[in-house]
């Protein structure tokens, strides 16, 4: 194995109950006045925010909550929160709910700790030197925002909005709380959307320019064929404890960094990670579920770019899906054939026509692309690079 550096400093505290553990864990990592934040409805409607604000009542610990954080959450309501949490003095920032919730939480808790910023400066390249502890208490499945370096937002205020991520590790969350039972309450659609979601962290990685470590590859081969097997399942009967507890964990470890250890020699094996910039770019002007992009996107960035590296897909296509076929293009064939079922068995779409509900025009898609590279002014991806021309011609195939 060549050189790596593996970093996950979050604390998980996984299964049935493990809420009641919030105020103890705030404690731990030193908190003594919780911002929390969280969505829309579903975690004052299941209970969840009244039971935690109990539960940091009973151990002192004062707390403000605030919610309203949308999927594609925006710069816009998390500055509003960064004006509360100041005001509230808040020394630790908790987000009780998924992806949008958290990754808010990680925006807000980096400008409280230097609010001579403005929250987007650090989305535009100011980097992030100091922040405040942040815990999770997931609801969702998917993101695998709890364990993850990345935070994701959308400024609502540019014309049109973009969507950006930075990853540091001023990203990562103190602890997770990760109680399967409180993502039966999900709707089906984004149980799958999660699913497809789990999956993809997983196949950026695996799909990448720098390889290395046998042990990485089986692991990620383990991961894909475990998410491939309870997705359906969650879909199918959300109050299945063990699906929805599989596809939490599967999750966290998607996106935790694990599937992406490995290097050629001194240079890290990233990931690829073309298929969310593109995903991100449709979610930035249509405001669609993050995981239905990456499904509708998919095979064709896989057929666009599989010719870099057959090899791999063929892999793929042998030891996630058993596939016996001998010619490396045929198996890699079969391989997308059979992720594109597994998508459809979740009930994700896959192509831009059934995301959107319309089939988008050539302008619409040199408008994604436009957002894509960042105005022309940026590539993607690491398996194959693709500049503009390429992205287009993607969006195209995917329609
Ligand atoms: O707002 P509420 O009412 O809570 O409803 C939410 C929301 O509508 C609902 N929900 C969540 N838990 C529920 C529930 N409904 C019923 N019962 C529950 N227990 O689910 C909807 C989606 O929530 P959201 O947080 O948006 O989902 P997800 O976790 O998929 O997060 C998506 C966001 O994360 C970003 C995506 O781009 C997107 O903005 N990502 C963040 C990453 C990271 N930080 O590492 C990596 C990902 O690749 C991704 O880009
Ligand atoms: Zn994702």
Not at 187 to 208: N, V
Not at 321 to 349: H, L, Q, R, W
Request: with cysteine; glycine share 10%.
């Amino acid at each position: 194995m060549e050189k790596f550096v593996y970093y996950a400093p979050t604390e998980i505290v996984f299964g049935r109950d493990t809420e009641n553990r919030t105020a103890e864990l705030v404690k731990k990592y030193g908190g003594t006045r919780v911002f929390v934040i969280y969505g829309g409805h579903s975690a004052v409607k299941s209970g969840l925010i009244g039971r935690i604000e109990e539960n940091l009542k009973e151990a002192g610990i004062p707390m403000l909550a605030m919610g309203g954080v949308v999927p594609n959450p925006l710069v816009s309501t998390a500055r509003e929160m960064v004006k509360a949490a100041l005001e509230f003095d808040a020394d630790f920032i908790l987000g009780v709910g998924g992806g949008s919730v958290m990754d808010t939480a990680k925006g807000v808790a980096h400008a409280v700790a230097s609010p001579e910023h403005d929250i987007w400066d650090f989305w535009t390249g100011t980097k992030v030197e100091k922040s405040l502890p942040i815990g999770a208490v997931l609801t969702i499945s998917a993101a695998g925002s709890e364990t993850s370096n990345s935070a994701v937002l959308t400024n609502d205020l540019k014309v049109p909005p973009t969507k950006r991520g930075i990853n540091n590790n001023f990203n990562r969350c103190k602890f997770a709380i990760m109680n399967p039972e409180l993502t039966m309450t999900l709707p089906k659609y984004q149980i799958g959307a999660g699913a497809a979601d789990i999956f993809m962290h997983t196949s950026e990685r695996y799909f990448a320019a720098i390889l290395g470590n046998h042990l990485t590859d089986e692991m990620a081969e383990g991961l894909f064929r475990d998410i491939i097997l309870y997705g359906p399942k969650g879909v199918e009967d959300p109050q299945d404890y063990e699906a929805m507890s599989e596809i939490m964990w599967c999750g966290s470890v998607s996106h935790v960094g694990l599937t992406g250890i490995g290097a050629q020699g001194d240079t890290p094996r990233e990931g690829d990670w073309a298929c969310h910039q593109l995903g991100m770019a449709i979610s930035a002007l249509y405001d669609s579920t993050h995981g239905a992009t990456l499904t509708a996107v998919w095979a064709a960035w896989a057929r666009y770019v599989r010719e870099a590296n057959i090899a791999r897909f063929a892999q793929f296509a042998r030891k996630v899906y058993g596939i016996t076929e001998e010619d490396d293009m045929k198996a890699s064939e079969a391989g997308i054939e059979c992720t594109n079922a597994f998508f459809k068995s979740v009930g994700m779409p896959l192509s831009l026509t059934e995301l959107l509900g319309h089939e988008p025009t050539d302008e619409e898609i040199e408008a994604i692309a436009t957002e894509c590279t960042y105005d022309r002014k940026r590539k993607i991806g690491s398996f194959k690079v693709l500049d503009y021309d390429d992205i287009v011609a993607i969006y195209k195939a995917c329609r």
